[in-house]
C-alpha cells in the first residue's frame, strides 16, 4: 500500500508522455500566439481524473471478486482484467448489462498512451517532411 500512490502518480506521467514530447505534439499543432499552459494542465487534469475513475472501477472489481472467493481476482495483467476479471465480476454481481461500459472504459485508458506516443512520432515525421497537416 505504500507504493500504491507514487504509482498512481507514475501512471499518470506516463500516460500523459510526459518525457516523449507528446505536449509538443499537441501544441505543434496549435496557432503560433495560442496560450498553452492553460491546455496542457486540462490535459492533465482530464487525463488524471479519467485514470482515477478506471482504477477505481478496477479495484473496485477485484475486490468484489475476492469477497467472494472467485479465483479471477488473481489475474493482473491488462489482457487478464479485461477479458477474465471484469466479466466475471460482472457475471457474478448480476450487473451483466454494465460489462459493455466497464470493458469501454478499461479499453480507453488502456490505449491512451498509445494515442499520445503514436502522435509525436507523427508529428516529428510530418515535420521533417513538409507534409500537409490535415
Known amino acids: 500500500a505504500a507504493t500504491l ?12 508522455g510526459v518525457c516523449f514530447g507528446t505536449m509538443f505534439a ?3 499543432y496549435n496557432k503560433t500566439r495560442q496560450p498553452l499552459i ?10 488524471f481524473i479519467f485514470s482515477l ?7 473496485g ?18 489482457v487478464g482484467l479485461i477479458f477474465i476479471a471484469m466479466p466475471a465480476a460482472a457475471v457474478q454481481s448480476g450487473n451483466a448489462g454494465y460489462l459493455g461500459l466497464l470493458m469501454f472504459t478499461l479499453w480507453i485508458s488502456g490505449i491512451d ?7 509525436g512520432f507523427v508529428t516529428n515525421i ?7 497537416r490535415w
Open 5 to 16: 500512490f507514487p504509482d498512481a502518480y507514475g501512471q499518470v506521467f506516463f500516460s500523459l
Open 26 to 28: 499537441y501544441g505543434s
Open 38 to 47: 492553460c491546455n496542457a494542465f486540462l490535459i492533465g487534469i482530464i487525463d
Open 53 to 59: 475513475i478506471a482504477g477505481f472501477g478496477v479495484w
Open 61 to 78: 472489481g477485484i475486490g468484489y471478486l475476492q469477497k467472494m472467493n472467485n479465483v479471477a481476482y488473481t489475474q493482473s495483467s491488462s
Open 113 to 119: 498512451s498509445a494515442v499520445g506516443f503514436v502522435e
Open 126 to 132: 510530418v515535420d521533417a517532411t513538409k507534409l500537409k
